[in-house]
């Protein structure tokens, strides 16, 4: 894939973006003006998503995901869209470094009001990931969940509510052995944590997700798990996670 630089001094045809869809030019310039004040060097024309013709890491309801350079450092840099009901990215950035000090989702660099610079992760989302394997990669997938429960148990254990891990398939970022959970918009840590619940709902049932997940790993039904999984609401220990991960056919896994 090509990454052509885009200079902060002719951004053009990215301006638009910096102000999606409004096009408004008061914005785009106090953006630049930001992203320069942050030490961003220029932005990349990559990524798996278009927006206006043109390539960028990521387009949400809250942000857009852009690719830059920072320092020196391949970094995805998350700019807030008018359409955010979040009035700027600090809560979410507060979230991310405690979510850091546990080593887990992208590193954070630096943010400031609506720009949110870390670190740019490659691989791709469980979604599209889980489109490549077949049967023989079961054991894989098994490592994966594995991990991916057990951030989700980290997270409860900090207090911290990632608060859209129902959508793990885009929340969760699989880069070989590496998973990362992204996307802390939705985050609280003055909620009750629902991580371990939302990812059993979210990947065990209901979902598209479900299934291409059982067309590999076959899992235990909603009824066989519930007992467990109510266990672990009740008392959201270690044991009690560590059952549930058993009953869920996790357990012995490796990881
Ligand atoms: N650190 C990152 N590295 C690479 N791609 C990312 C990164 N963070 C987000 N993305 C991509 O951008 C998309 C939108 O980012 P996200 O934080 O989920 O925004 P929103 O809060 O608007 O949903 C993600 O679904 C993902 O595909
Ligand atoms: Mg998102």
Known sequence: MTEAYISLTDVHP????LSYPDNNPTQQAQYLR???????ECLLATGPARLAGLPLLGVGYCGLVIAGIWRGRAVAIKLRRS????????????????????????????????LLVMERLSGQPLGRWLQHLSTEDAPELGRI?????????YLDAAGIDHGALRCAAEHAFIDGERLTLIDFSHSSTNRHPNNVTSLV????????????????????ERDVLLPWLQGYK??????????LLHAIGLNEQET
């Open 83 to 114: 359409s955010c009901r979040q009035a700027n990215l600090n809560e979410e950035a507060r979230i991310l470094r405690q979510v850091n000090l546990l080593n887990l989702g992208p590193q954070l660099y630096c943010q400031r009001g609506d």
């Open 145 to 153: 969940l594995k991990r991916l429960f057990w951030q989700g148990f």
């Open 34 to 40: 930001q992203l320069h004040q942050l030490g961003v």
């Open 234 to 243: 009740k008392q959201p220990e270690r044991l009690n996670f560590q059952a």
């Open 201 to 220: 709902a979210g990947l065990l049932w209901g979902t598209r997700l479900t299934q291409d997940i059982r067309r590999i790993l076959p899992l235990p």
């Open 14 to 17: 990215y301006q638009r973006l």
